[in-house]
């Protein structure tokens, strides 16, 4: 037997046969996956993370206890001298078919006048609350706002009464309360919108 045509023959065609397997698992897989994809185009620049700043601590203005108990005045006139902070703790009822509500500033302030209407009988009361206090007028309420005043001056004139719940009880032409009024420590959490930190 003649082994010289095998060995030629195995000469030509192993080096196709290794052609044909390295095409088959590297060149022709290669030449038919899908192309990787290309990158991204850079798009708008993400925004800096949020900075979070906590809010600022807002201290409520300076107050007086002493209109913290209830009770209620009546008088033909009543009015309530104060700092900036009384407009926080200072409310008056109006009902514009029967009341009149005037406001004008001042130098230092600004105040609030609450009458009766021109054509308004006058059989009501006018009617305001500083704190625990009720009030009712007769004919006026007037409120003055002054900036910088060290306390609150609540002073009625024309038949005044003053009752608390407690029983106590004056009576006079003309009455009038004071409270001095004090700084809340910086110490002291405050409960005006916007004072508290968030938790973290």
């Known amino acids: 037997m003649n082994t010289r045509p095998i060995a030629c023959?195995?000469?030509l065609v192993a080096p196709v046969m290794l052609a044909a397997c390295a095409g088959t698992g590297g060149a022709?897989?290669?030449?038919?996956?899908?192309p990787a994809p290309l990158p991204a185009p850079p798009g708008p620049v993400d925004p800096a993370p949020e900075v979070r700043v906590p809010p600022t601590?807002?201290?409520p203005a300076p107050w007086t206890d002493a209109f913290s108990e209830r009770a209620i005045l009546l008088a033909d006139r009543i009015l309530i001298e104060g700092p900036a902070g009384l407009i926080e703790h200072l409310v008056m009822t109006l009902d514009d078919a029967l009341f009149e509500r005037t406001e004008r500033p001042t130098a230092d302030g600004l105040e609030v006048v609450l009458k009766f209407r021109?054509?308004?009988?006058?059989?009501?009361?006018?009617?305001?609350?500083?704190?625990?206090?009720n009030l009712a007028a007769y004919?006026?309420?007037?409120?003055?706002?002054?900036?910088?005043?060290?306390?609150?001056?609540?002073t009625a004139e024309g038949n005044a009464l003053w009752?608390?719940?407690?029983?106590?009880?004056?009576?006079?032409?003309?009455?009038q309360f004071r409270g001095p009024v004090k700084s809340v420590p910086e110490s002291e959490p405050s409960s005006a919108p916007g004072s508290r930190t968030p938790r973290r």
């Open 28 to 34: 022709s897989k290669a030449s038919t996956a899908a």
């Open 9 to 11: 023959l195995l000469s």
């Open 57 to 59: 601590r807002v201290l």
């Open 163 to 175: 009752k608390d719940t407690d029983g106590g009880e004056k009576r006079s032409a003309r009455l």
């Open 118 to 133: 021109g054509g308004g009988d006058g059989q009501g009361l006018l009617r305001a609350q500083i704190d625990a206090w």
């Open 139 to 154: 004919k006026e309420i007037r409120m003055d706002l002054h900036a910088g005043l060290n306390e609150v001056t609540v």
